[in-house]
């Protein structure tokens, strides 16, 4: 079994930065893609940012340019940079991951842009 422990969420002004992590911990052998997705209040949730195991990034066509997806495999850790933060973005964030047998969700995290 795996879990999924996120961080990073909070309140920011509009303009602002928060970096969102997410840990894999437990029985993790191997972990294919990593991603951000986000449900906004009345919305679909959504895919934000994705990361291949080698690195491939691909992003919403509405963060592209202000968010940045990143892993660390040693540490089953996957992190999103947010800039230049907008409210549209305010949104519960959650973590997803790939395990090539099943696909593990975090929490997820709240996310306020204030304006």
């Known amino acids: 079994q795996v879990q999924l422990a996120e961080s990073g969420g909070g309140l920011v002004q509009a303009g602002g930065s928060l970096r969102l992590s997410c840990a894999a911990s437990?029985?993790?052998?191997?972990?294919?893609?990593m991603g951000w997705y986000r449900q906004g209040p009345g919305k679909q949730r959504e895919l934000v940012a994705g990361i291949t195991r080698s690195g491939t990034t691909n992003y919403a066509d509405s963060v592209k340019g202000r968010f940045t997806i990143s892993r660390d495999n040693a540490k089953n850790t996957v992190y999103l940079q947010m800039n230049s933060l907008e409210s549209e973005d305010t949104a519960v964030y959650y973590c997803?991951?790939?395990?090539?047998?099943?696909?593990?969700w975090g929490q997820g995290t709240q996310v306020t842009v204030s304006s």
């Open positions: 437990g029985t993790v052998f191997s972990i294919n893609a």
């Open positions: 997803n991951v790939d395990t090539y047998t099943y696909r593990y």
